[in-house]
């Protein structure tokens, strides 16, 4: 440290206040000056420059430290950064656990919190919340799997609990929403229990924070959003961005088409695959039987991908692999969000090694939204899982 200044009374000049790691460099002290301003640039052991300002005029004479400047883009950065990140408490349900450990594994803000899942004697759930003080305050989501009837009600017992023990956000993801097909009624005594659903989820208890937040994976149909009351906000994801990265990485990616298997699964998908080549199939009515026909696109030579939001049985779609193959696709895989399965479907989709687009799929990709069925099918060809713990992670610093 030096500095250049006329004879005057001496005085010593302190070193300025440090943390306790950081030294002067070279800190010999001043012995004289007058009294007028100067400046006197430190060097530090941390490499960071300090200016220290020297106001005249007083006595004793102040010394204003002036810390390094960060650059206006940098902390920008920083502060968007500290702005935009929450810190969550993540509870589960006990076949979500793997996708849990996923999504906390997506990011630090993310900490998996426990709940004791128990029975009574009748059957009726004993449920408890671990260190329910220590989420007072603070975000808190819960990850649900609706994936019978038989475990909705202790969850939602957890769901109506959560935002009630003075938590600053409550969101409840919900993958899958496992009524979405029974959206309308046909016949005079049909009962949608899609509305049925979304009504019970829309009584949820408002947080401090104001109403929670629903997100869900491609539901059925994007109209079931006003099913919701105005305790509840829905968040519709989806997972074809999933799809549309692993599209990318194969070596044909340049000879994919896509193939919806009805109009309401080009409806649903179409804007989001635009860039395309697209078969669009229907099922028409010849005698008694319902057939798939493609009505429009040539799937010839071509790596054909189906794409929809679901699948139970998987007869709609083996029906429009055999017309696909039928027309000269060289391949065929598929894409559904939801793999459902009940009663291992799944079993009827062969793995094609090559040359036989007729009898088997080269790939079959499902998301992890149905843990049970992810389970069955982990390492059996021709099903590969895409797992949502990205996007989950990502929709829950929204």
């Not at 490499?47 to 004793?60: A, L």
Request: charged share 20%.
């Amino acid at each position: 440290m030096s500095a250049t200044t006329p004879p005057s009374p001496p005085q010593r000049l302190a070193a300025p206040p440090s943390h306790s790691s950081n030294k002067l460099r070279n800190s010999t002290p001043i012995r004289s000056f007058n009294r007028k301003d100067f400046s006197i640039r430190c060097e530090f052991e941390n490499s960071q420059r300090w200016t220290v300002r020297c106001v005249s005029g007083t006595d004793p004479i102040h010394i204003i430290l002036k810390p390094p400047s960060i650059p206006m883009a940098s902390a920008a950065v920083l502060g968007s950064s500290r702005k935009n990140s929450k810190r969550v408490c993540l509870f589960y349900c006990n076949e979500m656990k793997d996708l849990a450990e996923r999504i906390a594994s997506q990011s630090d803000a993310i900490e998996l919190r426990s709940i004791t899942w128990r029975t009574f004697e009748d059957g009726f759930p004993n449920l408890f919340i671990s260190n329910a003080h220590g989420i007072r305050g603070q975000h808190v989501a819960f990850l649900a799997s609706f994936s019978s009837p038989g475990v909705i009600f202790e969850q939602l017992s957890v769901i109506y609990a959560l935002p009630k023990l003075f938590v600053s956000s409550f969101t409840l993801v919900l993958p899958f929403f496992p009524t979405g097909t029974s959206e309308r009624m046909e016949d005079e005594g049909d009962v949608a229990t899609a509305f049925t659903l979304a009504r019970i989820l829309s009584n949820t208890p408002v947080p401090r924070g104001g109403p929670t937040s629903l997100v869900i994976f491609d539901i059925h149909a994007l109209q079931e959003r006003f099913y919701f009351g105005d305790n509840i906000l829905p968040c519709f994801e989806s997972g074809i961005p999933l799809l549309l990265n692993r599209l990318q990485q194969l070596p044909d990616s340049d000879n994919i088409s896509i193939a919806f298997p009805d109009d309401g699964a080009w409806k649903r998908f179409h804007k989001q695959l635009q860039h395309f080549p697209m078969i669009v199939c229907a099922k028409v009515r010849e005698g008694d039987q319902r057939i798939v026909r493609i009505k429009e696109g040539n799937p010839a030579g071509r790596h054909v991908v189906i794409v929809d939001d679901l699948v139970q049985s998987g007869g709609t779609l083996t029906e429009c692999q055999k017309v696909l193959a039928k027309h000269g696709a060289q391949k065929i895989s598929a894409y559904v969000t939801h793999g459902i399965f009940p009663n291992r479907s799944w079993q009827r989709f062969s793995h094609d090694k090559g040359g036989s687009p007729e009898n088997g799929m080269t790939y079959f990709w499902i998301t992890d939204s149905c843990p049970q069925t992810v389970k069955e099918v982990k390492d059996k060809k021709p099903f590969e899982v895409l797992s949502l713990a990205a996007p989950i992670a990502a929709a829950l610093q929204i």
